[in-house]
C-alpha cells in the first residue's frame, strides 16, 4: 500500500450527524485515507470527567448519563439501521453506570481513565455505521488491542516498540481490506486495563499509529482551517498560516495553541510525515501544512496562550556562590515524579512552572509532601491564576530592536519569569490570567497586523 493516510477528527467534528457526515465526505475524497481516529462527541468528554470526579446524588448521576445518551441517540436516530448501534452504545452505558457508582464512593485514576475512555468507545460505533450508510468499507477496531502504554493511568506513556509491532500484527492488514475507524486518546497497559493519553492525547495517539502503520500522511481534523497566528476569538484579526515547520508548530503546541496536542509531532518527526492540519466543517478552506523544511522562516511566527499555570518561587541565601542547590531540588522533584516546564534563577532564587500532564486541565499542584521536602531546603511560594504567553518565531535575537519591540508593546503589563535563550524559536512569559488574553491581543496588533 503506497499512499496510506491517517485522518484524525476532533470532538467538533463527530459532535452530530451533520458533522460526522462532513467526515465521511472528507474520508470518500481522499481513497488514500485508510484509517480514521476519532475523538468523542463533542461535549461528551466533559461530562465524563463530571462523574469520574465523584456524583453522589444517585438522581444528579443519572441526569449525567441521560445527557451522554441523548447525544448519541440524536445521531443513531438518523441511521436507517439503529438496532446494532444502539445496543453498542447501550452496553457501555450500562458499564458507565457502575462505574460512575463506583467513583462516587472513591474515584481514583484508574477508574477515571476506564470513565473518560467511554466516550470514543461510543463516537467510534456510530462513525462506523453511518461510514456503512454511506457505502463505505468501514470496519471498528479497538485501538486498546494496539496501542500499549505504561500503568500511568491519567497521562500514560507509550511504548512505541510494542505499538509497532502489534500495529504491523493487527492492524495494518485490516486497512488493507477496509477504512478502519478507531479511537483516540485510549490505550491500555500490559495487563490489559484501559489508559489515556491526557487531555488532548487523540492527536498524540493519531501520530502514534501513524508512525506505527508507516503512514505517508497525517490529517488532524479540527472546527477551524488550520494554525492562525493566535486564537482568533482572542485576536480578530489572526491570520492562517499555510505553511510551518515542525519545530515551530512543536513549541506552539508545548505552550498551549490548541490546535494540536503537545507531543503530536514527535512521532511525525521521528518518521518525517508531513501532518495536515484543517477544518472539517470547510474542507475547501484548505489548512496548514507541517513539514520538516519550509520555504519561509519569519521573525515573528505566531502567539500562544497556556491558563492555569503554577508558579513556584524558592528562595535560599544557601544559593550564593555555592553550587548543588539545584540538584538537590530537582532530585526532590524527581523523586515525587513532578515535571517542571519553564525554569528562571537568580543568585538566590530559582523560579518554576509545573508541567500540566493529567486529564482535569486544572491548575498542577505542588503536593504537600514535595513542598515540605522542599522547605527543609529554602523557603517555598507558589503561586496560582497566572496564564502563559509565548511569542514563536525563528531567531529572534539575529535582529536588533525586537526586544524594544516586543516588550515596548507591553508596558502596561507585569510580566513574571521571562524565558528566552533555550530555545531559538520562542520567547515567553507569564501575566495574571485576568489580563492575559488583552497581552496576547496587543501584541498581536503590534507584531502582526
Known sequence: MSAFNVAKFGGTSVANFEAMSRCAAIIEDNPSTKLVVSSACSGVTNLLVELALGVQ?????????????????????QFSEQEKTRYSIDTILTTLSSMAEAASFQSGDKLTDHIVACGELMSTHILTQLMIERGINAVRFDIREVLRTNSDHGK?????????????????????????????????????NTTTLGRGGSDYSAALIAEAVKASGLEIWTDVPGIYTTDPRIAPKATPIPEISFSEASEMANFGAKIL??????????HQIPVF?????????????????????PQFRALALRNNQTMVTLRSPDMFQTYGFLAQVFNILAKYQISVDLITTSEVSVSL?????????????????????????????????????????????????????????????????ICYGASPHNLCFLVGEAEAKKAVEVLHRELFE
Open 156 to 192: 500514560a506513556e507509550p511504548v512505541i516498540a510494542d505499538i509497532s509491532a502489534l500495529a504491523q500484527q493487527k492492524l495494518y492488514p485490516l486497512c488493507q481490506q477496509h477504512v478502519v475507524v478507531t479511537q483516540g486518546f485510549i490505550g491500555s497497559d500490559v495487563e490489559g
Open 57 to 77: 446524588n444517585p438522581d444528579d448521576r443519572q441526569a449525567i448519563l441521560d445527557k451522554v445518551r441523548a447525544i448519541h441517540y440524536s445521531i443513531i436516530e
Open 277 to 297: 492540519v484543517g477544518s472539517s466543517r470547510e474542507p475547501e478552506k484548505g489548512g496548514t501544512w507541517i513539514r520538516k523544511q519550509v520555504e519561509s522562516a
Open 353 to 417: 512552572t509545573l508541567d500540566q500532564t493529567n486529564t482535569s486541565g486544572q491548575a498542577p499542584e505542588l503536593p504537600a509532601d514535595v513542598k515540605a521536602e522542599l522547605e527543609q531546603l529554602c523557603l517555598v511560594e507558589v503561586e496560582y491564576n497566572l496564564s502563559l504567553v509565548a511569542l514563536i518565531g525563528n531567531k529572534m535575537s539575529a535582529k536588533k530592536g525586537y526586544a524594544k519591540q516586543v516588550f515596548g508593546a507591553l508596558e502596561d503589563f507585569n510580566l513574571r519569569m
Open 261 to 270: 496536542h503537545p507531543s503530536t509531532l514527535l512521532p511525525a518527526l521521528r
